[in-house]
């Protein structure tokens, strides 16, 4: 095991740091500025805005060397995420459950739009696979699911994770075992298949609060107020 502390490490002294810790994992929704987002010839964005006591959000699409054009408004906060097949997705708020982060597909060819997934944020996605966490629960590991989009099927890879990602058409996670120690988990990389098959591990135990960054080589969490990388 290569483990080093990274050398800018957070300046939350005491309290404050177990603070930081927590908020990781508490009910939180960011409001993102104006987001851009590229397929093919076109960008798209998305600007959020709060008027008349409750947050709408505009989403506009633009071909390149064209104008402007709004597509769609909705209620709550919204934050693109990627396109694949024709669809928009993206993540809002619940309206009625504001700590609720919901999966959305916008159709760019009829401009209807659906819930594809409840409480669910995108860890990572690469064709018509997605990767995603709850966004609500307390300080623990969360559940980790891989949901295919072609096909509408879902998957849990991990009940207890603190973080995944993509790369090179395999899924990496985070795997955590046992009780916390000081808000801190034996935690393990595993690898699995695009679908979620096929699981390995690709690194010994190490302790966490949180992965912030995953890959196929290495891996930068938290722990006790800092941050580090681990190389395997």
């Known amino acids: 095991m290569k483990e080093k502390e990274m050398k800018k490490s957070w300046l939350l002294p005491g ?21 851009m987002i590229k397929s093919g010839d076109y960008t798209y964005t998305v600007v959020n805005k709060y008027s008349s006591s409750k947050w709408k959000a505009r989403i506009y699409s633009q071909k390149t060397g064209g104008a402007k054009k709004k597509l769609i408004t909705v209620t709550g906060i919204v934050d693109l995420q990627y396109v694949y097949n024709g669809n928009l997705y993206y993540e809002k708020d619940n309206t009625r459950d504001e700590t609720v982060v919901d999966l959305w ?10 819930m594809v997934v409840s409480n669910a944020t995108v860890q990572a996605h690469y064709g018509a696979y997605v990767v995603l966490m709850p966004n609500t629960g307390a300080a623990v590991p969360l559940h980790c699911t891989v949901y295919n989009m072609k096909t509408g099927k879902s998957r849990v890879i991990s009940k207890d994770c603190l973080g995944a990602n993509i790369s090179g058409k395999k899924i990496y996670y985070a795997e955590t075992t046992g009780k916390p120690v000081g808000f801190a988990y034996k935690t393990r990389i595993y690898s699995c298949s695009l679908s979620g098959s096929s699981k390995k591990a690709v690194s010994g135990y190490f302790k966490a609060s949180y992965c912030n ?4 080589k290495y891996v930068r969490y938290y722990r006790s107020g800092k941050t580090y990388k681990y190389t395997y």
């Not at 960054?213 to 196929?216: A, F, L």
């Open 105 to 114: 597909a916008l159709n760019l060819k009829t401009g209807k739009t659906k």
């Open 15 to 35: 309290m404050l740091c177990i603070l930081a810790v927590l908020m990781m994992f508490v009910s939180t929704r960011t409001v993102h500025a104006e987001k």
């Open 213 to 216: 960054e995953i890959t196929s």
